[in-house]
C-alpha cells in the first residue's frame, strides 16, 4: 500500500526496472524523392513513434532514464529497397550504390525523427555502424539457435521467375491480388500483401513481373525455414494469457488468433459443382457450409501439407479459390544478394541471404547492444533488459505487421529456448515474450493512408511547415488509434475544406497555446509582480494538494495501460480546471481588499498545480515543459528515495511541491528564486503560418 500525502492509495500499477520502447524499423527505401519530398509520410511517425516516444519519456521519467532504452534504426535491406534502388538508377535519378542510397533515406529518416522530438537513445540501421555489426552477429547467433534446437527445415519452393529478363524476382518484383479469404489487397507481392497476409507465392492472383510486365514462371528454390505451425498451442496460450492483461488491445487479439484458425480453402458457391469434379481427388477434408451473408464455402484440412495437395489440385484443374489465414512455414533465408548474410548451416546454402522480415524482429536487441555499448556500458548487459523478470520490452507496432511481432515473434522467440518442447514461460537467461502495442490505421481525409497507395499522405516534413512538433504530437495522440482507426485531416491540406470551420489539428493546440500558457504566464508574471520574482516557500492547501495527487494517480494508471488518448481528455479537463481556478481565487487574492498573506497562498497553490501539470504533459509536448522547468529554476539533487538524481520530472518525488528543491539559501529566505519571464512569453508557441492566418 502507498500513502500520498492527501490519501490512501492500493494497488498502483506496477513497472519495469529496466524497460526497452522500440518502434519498428522504416524501410531503406523510405527516403529523399526526385520531387524533393521526404521520404517518411506522417503514417510513420504519428502511427508509431510519437506514441512509443510519449511511453518511452514517461517511463525515463517514471522509473529513471538511465533504467530505459528507446531503440529503432532503419531497415537496410529487403526486396522493396533492391526495387527502389533500380527504379530510380533506371531513370537516371541516382548514380551511387545501394549502400548509398540506404544511408541517404536513412539519414533523411533520422532528420524527420529529429524534427519530431522522437528522443530514441540510438537510431542506426541493420547495416549501419555499430548497430549493423551487431545486427550481423545476432543474425547468425539467433538462425543458428534455432537450428541446433531443431526448428528449421530446408524447404524447396517454388519461386517466381522472369523467363523475359532471364532472372528471379524478388518479393517486390512480382504483383497481384491477394489470395487470403476476405483480403481485398490488389497491391499484393510474391509472398505478401500490402496489408501484411502471408500466403504461398502459387497462390497469388494474377501474377505480373514488375521487369518485364509478363507472367512469371515458377522454378523451384531451396530456404530454410521455421516450423510455424508446430507452435500453434504456444501461440494460443500466449495469447489467451495475455488478452485480459491492462493494455493489451482487442485488434491483437483478434488478429493472432485469426491466423489460429485450420488449415482452409475457400470456394465460391457458383464452383461448387467443379469442386464437386475433382473433390475425390484431394486428401482427406470436410466442407464447410458457406457463413451467412458469405459466398465461399470452406474446405478444411487436418494439415498444411494437405492443404498444400489440395492446393496444387486446384491449380491444375484451374478451379478459382482462396486460402484462409493459418499457420505456414515461416521463411528465414532467400537469394537476394543485398540482404544480412545467413550462415551456412549444413553447407548446402553458402549464398543465402535472410528475408528482412525475421531479421527486423531481432534488429531491436542488436540495436539494444550497440545503444548499452555507445553510452558507455557492456553491450554483453543487453540480457538484463531482454531476459530478465525484472525487465520489460514495449513495442510499439502497426496492425498490419501484427502477424509478425505476435505470431512469428512469439514461436521464434520460444524457439530460442534451451531444450525442444516449446513452453508458454522461460526461465533463466531466455528471451522474454514481449509487450506489445498495435495501433490501429492512421488515416488521411478519412481513407486509409499508404505511400504505395492511391491516396498520397504528406510527409512528416511537409506537415512542419504548417504546424509546430508539439501540436502534431498532442494531436495524433488524442486520436486514439490504440482503439480503433482515426482520420487526419489537416485543413491546410484539405481542398474541400470549409474557410470558416476550425482546423481539427487545432484543437489540442489550443490547449497548449492558450490555456497551458495562460496558466504558466499567470504564475511567473504574477510573482514577478507582487514578490519580486521568488515562490514564496510553504506548499499548497490540502486541496490543491490533494487535486494533484489524484490527477498523478489516475494519469499513472492510464499509461500503464497505454491508453494515451485518455491522459490527453484527462489533462484537456486538468488544464481547464486551473485555468478556472485561477480565474476565480486571483480575483479574490489580487484585490485590493485581499487580507495579508493571500498573493502568497495563491502562488503556492498556483505553482504547485503548474509543477503537476508540467510533469505529466512531458511526454507529449516536452520543449514547452522543459521551458517551463528552466524558468523554475531548479537543480537536481540527491534522491531519497532511488538511488538516482531527483529531478524535476523524476517521479521519485512525484507528490513533492516545489519546496523539496529549493536550496538551503532559499529555505533560509522563505522563498526560491524563479528566472524572470520576459513580456508576453509562450512557452507553448503557434506556427508562423498561424499567426498570418490570424492576421
Not at 547495416?127 to 528449421?152: C, P
Not at 505529466?616 to 516536452?622: A, D, G, K, S, T
Amino acid at each position: 500500500m502507498f500513502r500520498a500525502k492527501g490519501f490512501f492509495v492500493h494497488n498502483r500499477p506496477e513497472f519495469p526496472k529496466r524497460a526497452v520502447v522500440t518502434a519498428g524499423r522504416p524501410s531503406g527505401n523510405k527516403g529523399p524523392k526526385p520531387d524533393g519530398n521526404k521520404g517518411l509520410h506522417f503514417g510513420h511517425i504519428a502511427g508509431v513513434f510519437v506514441p512509443a516516444d510519449v511511453y518511452a519519456r514517461f517511463l525515463r521519467d517514471r522509473i529513471g532514464p538511465d533504467n530505459v532504452l528507446f531503440v529503432s534504426g532503419t531497415d537496410c535491406f529487403g526486396s522493396p529497397i533492391n526495387e527502389g534502388y533500380r527504379k530510380l538508377v533506371e531513370a537516371g535519378d541516382f548514380d551511387g550504390t545501394i549502400a548509398d542510397y540506404v544511408q541517404m533515406n536513412h539519414d533523411a529518416q533520422k532528420a524527420a525523427l529529429d524534427a519530431y522530438d522522437i528522443s530514441l537513445d540510438i537510431f542506426e540501421g541493420s547495416g549501419i555502424g555499430l548497430s549493423g555489426v551487431k545486427q550481423h552477429e545476432m543474425t547468425d547467433a539467433f538462425i543458428t539457435r534455432l537450428y541446433d534446437n531443431g526448428w528449421l527445415e530446408k524447404l524447396s519452393t517454388p519461386q517466381f521467375y522472369d523467363a523475359q529478363a532471364g532472372t528471379f524476382l524478388n518479393g517486390r518484383q512480382v504483383i497481384g491480388r491477394c489470395p487470403v479469404q476476405g483480403c481485398k489487397s490488389e497491391k499484393a507481392y510474391a509472398d505478401e500483401c500490402d496489408l501484411g497476409h502471408q500466403y504461398d507465392p502459387v497462390d497469388l492472383i494474377a501474377p505480373k513481373s514488375a521487369l518485364t510486365g509478363q507472367t512469371p514462371e515458377m522454378r523451384e528454390v531451396s530456404n530454410w525455414y521455421f516450423e510455424l505451425p508446430r507452435f500453434h498451442d504456444l501461440i494460443a496460450a500466449h495469447i489467451e494469457q495475455v488478452a485480459g492483461m491492462c493494455g493489451t488491445r482487442r485488434v491483437l487479439v483478434d488478429e493472432v488468433e485469426s491466423f489460429l484458425a485450420p488449415p482452409i480453402i475457400y470456394i465460391q458457391e457458383k464452383f461448387a459443382d467443379d469442386f464437386s469434379a475433382i473433390e475425390a481427388e484431394l486428401p482427406p477434408h470436410s466442407v464447410l457450409p458457406a457463413e451467412k451473408g458469405k459466398s465461399s464455402f470452406g474446405v478444411e484440412f487436418a494439415s498444411i501439407a494437405e492443404r498444400e495437395r489440395a492446393v496444387e489440385v486446384m491449380h491444375a484443374h484451374g478451379l478459382r479459390f482462396r486460402t484462409g489465414k493459418t499457420l505456414v512455414p515461416f521463411r528465414l533465408t532467400g537469394n537476394i544478394e543485398w540482404g544480412v548474410k545467413a550462415p551456412d548451416l549444413d553447407g548446402t546454402l553458402p549464398d543465402a541471404t535472410v528475408w528482412c522480415w525475421p531479421e527486423s524482429l531481432w534488429a531491436p536487441i542488436a540495436f539494444s547492444q550497440a545503444a548499452l555499448e555507445e553510452s558507455g556500458r557492456d553491450a554483453a548487459d543487453w540480457h538484463a533488459w531482454w531476459c530478465s523478470d525484472d525487465a520489460k520490452v514495449y513495442q510499439f507496432i502497426g496492425q498490419d505487421n501484427i502477424y509478425f511481432y505476435g505470431v512469428a515473434q512469439t514461436a521464434l522467440w520460444q524457439g530460442t529456448q534451451t531444450g525442444h518442447e516449446p513452453r508458454v514461460d522461460g526461465t533463466g537467461d531466455e528471451l522474454r515474450q514481449t509487450t506489445l502495442v498495435p495501433n490501429y490505421h492512421i488515416l488521411f481525409m478519412g481513407k486509409k493512408a499508404s505511400s504505395s497507395g492511391a491516396i498520397k499522405p504528406p510527409m512528416a516534413a511537409e506537415l512542419l511547415d504548417h504546424y509546430t512538433p508539439e501540436q502534431l504530437r498532442a494531436h495524433w495522440i488524442s486520436l486514439g488509434l490504440g482503439v480503433k482507426p482515426a482520420s487526419f485531416s489537416p485543413k491546410v491540406l484539405d481542398p474541400n475544406a470549409n474557410e470558416k470551420a476550425p482546423d481539427p489539428v487545432l484543437k489540442e493546440s489550443a490547449l497548449l497555446t492558450n490555456i497551458f500558457n495562460r496558466i504558466a504566464r499567470s504564475c511567473f508574471y504574477t510573482a514577478q509582480k507582487h514578490c519580486d520574482g521568488r515562490l514564496p516557500l510553504g506548499g499548497p492547501s490540502e486541496d490543491v494538494r490533494a487535486a494533484c495527487e489524484r490527477a498523478v494517480l489516475v494519469y499513472e494508471e492510464h499509461m500503464a495501460c497505454f491508453e494515451m488518448h485518455a491522459v490527453m481528455a484527462q489533462m484537456d479537463e486538468f488544464l481547464r480546471g486551473i485555468n478556472k481556478w485561477w480565474a476565480s481565487e486571483s480575483r479574490t487574492a489580487l484585490a485590493e481588499d485581499a487580507p495579508e498573506g493571500a498573493v502568497e497562498a495563491l502562488l503556492r497553490d498556483a505553482f504547485h498545480y503548474l509543477r503537476c501539470a508540467t510533469l505529466l504533459m512531458h511526454p507529449i509536448v516536452p520543449r514547452g515543459c522543459e521551458l517551463i522547468f528552466e524558468h523554475l529554476a531548479i537543480e537536481p539533487k540527491d534522491g531519497s528515495c532511488t538511488t538516482r538524481d531527483a529531478g524535476f520530472f523524476n517521479w521519485c518525488h512525484v507528490f513533492e511541491p516545489i519546496d523539496f528543491w529549493a536550496t538551503d539559501e532559499e529555505r533560509a529566505a522563505g522563498s526560491k528564486v524563479l528566472e524572470e519571464l520576459p513580456p508576453r512569453f509562450d512557452f507553448f508557441e503557434k506556427h508562423p503560418s498561424q499567426y498570418e492566418d490570424m492576421a
